[in-house]
């Protein structure tokens, strides 16, 4: 008798070659493939009398085989199984090449559901290869037919017999969402849902299963970022009164004019701190949008509270960068500014230089206002007197844990957080998996900065890059040459090590060619980004490691080496690499793909500049676990539920919040609790 925990190695027809194929797929029990569900269908519903089919077709047809035998192919050494398959109004040949256990099966008086491709040659009319079926309820040749996710060695065929032995189970399985629940909100129970994905009879059935399974996966994230949001309300927090008099003349010393996108972050901000719970906002804007000036008003404000700011950096580079330019900015108002990094030994405010422990001390007894470095500083024994800020560049699931790991028992309260980042999130995507946080657009750039030029370039256009990058070098300026790889692979990708030995021996001989990826040990990533950032270098060859993490205002230039590769959020990142200053910048984005949709989504950056009008568009082309991946965003991508359904997102928000308002602990609903609760740890992981 078969149960949910059945091993897939005791179904029909699955033996252990077949079971090791089913475990690529993490696919090891009756339940797993219940689970496993189909990405698309194909549509066989209107089935074909055999008088009408045409050739260059695909058809679905019903019929008896009249006559069959089989050939050996004379050119070709195959076996050639042909028949005669008629129905009522006329007959069609019908061949299979190289199934000769066909032959043993099929004979004249069956009768077949057959569903494949017409060919119309000088041989007549030919259906070449079809699926074929004997049973009255087809799985496979009629209606609407799922198409499965695969692996090497198992067909579709095999996985859809698979899931028609376990979806008797799909009964026994608990549902998660209580019956008056689906009642309100006009939903399929579980076991209607899943049949409804697996062996639909409409696509009304499939466009229903979906709606439940994506709405309580949505359901459930909502949940999960309202329940945080609402704890961290009820937490502890640190009032900062807002100083006026310093925001004031710190804006006037300001070598130039905030942005109005600035101004309204900068009060968000301001406002939230003067609240007795925690503060939990992100600040997004494209790259050079101003995010760091409006966390340097927050960090003012604090100091004048007489409490501390923790500045956490992606790397060294940048972490010394935002130290030397947040210094300058707070200098006239006596803030006292350290840097702390891992590899650092001598640490520097602007008054002395202090040693480790002596940098641990000062925060220790708060002589010092602000510290800012990378994540060394939740991995180290670091204590603060009175911390209430910290901000944090570019990662957005820096959670409630990792802040009270930065707490000290000098600490009243969960420090108020603000993340800044450049990857511009789309409304669907705030209102879901970073639903906990308020968020603060800066949608413009200051008005000095100069639009990027980007271009599409073929394999036979390189040179002009090459010729814009010596040109560039040769008065003063830098580039960036990014590759998709480290290393040479068999995708035949370019590979920065490759890469960099090529160009510094040829094109770009005459320039200082410097090299940075992923596998380079810190201390020589470091040294490299260092000697870039110093101009020391005038091209740094790359992989996605400079994403984020550092600021080179001379560098003008940048070259994307496969750019099929990568999503336009991620493009729109490096590309922010360049374009710092009111210099003219250019980038070039290169393809060896000839396909017209891979050239349509590389133009879509030719033509948009706004960086959330961009992260619309990628992730309506690519989806959200291609955008940010699974370990930058901190989640599990939607099996069902998709972010471009606005008005699921909408609605499974407001059922979200009706929830919550009568049954905060979710208490009338403990499977939902359970599910709710494995996600909120999920969002913010210790």
Aim: hydrophobic residues 40%; glycine residues 6%.
């Amino acid at each position: 008798m078969l149960t949910l925990d059945t091993p897939v190695s005791a179904l029909g027809g699955v033996g252990p070659t077949i079971a090791s194929r089913l475990k690529r797929l993490n696919l090891l029990t009756a339940q797993d493939l219940l689970w496993h569900l189909p990405f698309r269908y194909e549509d066989l519903t209107r089935v074909e009398r055999i008088i009408d089919v045409r050739g260059n077709t695909t058809v679905s047809i019903r019929g008896k085989i009249q006559l069959i035998s089989s050939r050996r192919a004379a050119r070709r050494r195959m076996l050639v199984l042909e028949a005669i398959v008629a129905d009522d109004t006329g007959s069609i040949k019908v061949v299979w090449f190289n199934q000769p256990f066909l032959s043993k099966i099929l004979n004249p008086g069956d009768v077949l559901w057959l569903a494949g491709k017409v060919e119309h040659n000088h041989f007549g009319t030919t259906l070449v290869n079809p699926t074929w079926e004997k049973r009255d309820n087809p799985l496979h040749a009629a209606g609407i037919i799922p198409i499965y996710p695969l692996t090497d060695g198992l067909t579709q065929k095999q996985v859809r017999f698979f899931v028609h032995q376990v979806l008797p189970l799909r009964l026994q399985l608990p549902d998660t969402l209580p019956a008056s629940f689906l009642a309100n909100e006009h939903l399929l129970a579980l076991p209607n849902a899943l049949l409804a994905m697996h062996e639909p009879k409409s696509f009304g059935d499939v466009s229903a299963g979906r709606r439940r399974l994506g709405f309580e996966e949505l359901l459930v994230v909502h949940l999960a970022v309202q329940q945080e949001r609402a704890a961290l309300e009820q937490a502890p927090g640190v009032r900062i009164p807002f100083h006026q008099e310093n925001t004031v003349a710190f804006v006037q010393r300001l070598p130039f004019t905030l942005t109005p996108g600035q101004k309204r972050a900068a009060w968000d901000i301001l406002q939230d701190m003067d609240k007795t719970h925690p503060m939990n906002r992100l600040v997004e804007g494209d790259v050079g949008s101003g995010k760091t000036v409006v966390a340097a008003i927050a960090i003012l404000n604090v100091a004048a509270a007489g409490c501390q700011t923790a500045y956490l950096a992606p790397t060294e580079v940048l972490a010394r960068q935002h130290y030397e330019k947040i210094s300058k900015l707070l200098k006239p108002f006596g803030t006292r500014v350290a840097l702390f990094t891992q590899a650092t030994r001598l640490l520097t405010t602007h008054e002395k230089p202090l040693t480790r422990p002596a940098i641990l001390q000062a925060l220790q007894d708060g002589s010092v206002d602000l510290v800012i470095g990378t994540h060394a500083l939740i991995t180290g024994k670091v204590a603060f007197a009175k911390l209430a800020l910290v901000v944090v560049d570019e990662q957005h699931r820096f959670g409630v844990e990792q802040r009270k790991t930065l707490r000290s028992a000098g600490s009243t309260g969960i420090p108020h957080f603000v993340s800044l980042t450049a990857t511009p999130i789309p409304r669907t995507l705030a209102l879901t998996v970073w639903g906990d946080l308020s968020v603060s657009r800066i949608p413009h750039l200051p008005s000095e900065r100069k639009p990027i030029l980007t271009k599409v370039l073929d394999d036979r256009n390189r040179d002009e890059a090459y010729t814009t990058i010596l040109d560039r070098c040769g008065a003063g300026e830098q580039a960036f040459i990014i590759c998709p790889r480290i290393e040479t692979d068999p995708t035949g990708m370019k590979s920065a090590t490759e890469e960099y030995e090529r160009l510094r021996t040829g094109p770009l001989a005459n320039l200082r060619v410097g090299l940075v990826h992923g596998k380079l040990k810190s201390a020589a990533k470091e040294r490299a980004m260092t000697a870039f950032t110093k101009g020391e270098l005038d091209v740094l060859v790359a992989t996605a490691v400079v994403e984020v993490g550092i600021d080179v205002p001379n560098a003008t230039v940048m070259l994307i080496e496969g750019a099929e590769s990568f999503g336009l959020a991620q493009l729109h990142q490096f590309r922010g690499r360049i374009g710092r200053s009111s210099k003219a910048s250019i980038c070039y984005l290169t393809t060896p793909a000839k396909d017209p949709e891979t050239l349509d989504r590389l133009n879509v950056l030719t033509k948009l500049t706004d960086g959330f009008a961009l992260a619309e568009e990628d992730l309506n082309r690519r989806g959200p676990g291609e955008i940010w991946g699974q370990q930058q965003s901190g989640f599990q991508p939607f099996r069902v539920a998709r972010l471009t359904d606005h008005q699921l997102v909408e609605e499974s928000r407001a059922a979200a919040t009706a929830l919550l308002q009568t049954d905060p602990e979710l208490s009338s609903a403990p499977l939902l609790r359970a599910e709710v609760l494995g996600k909120r740890a999920q969002l913010h992981p210790e």
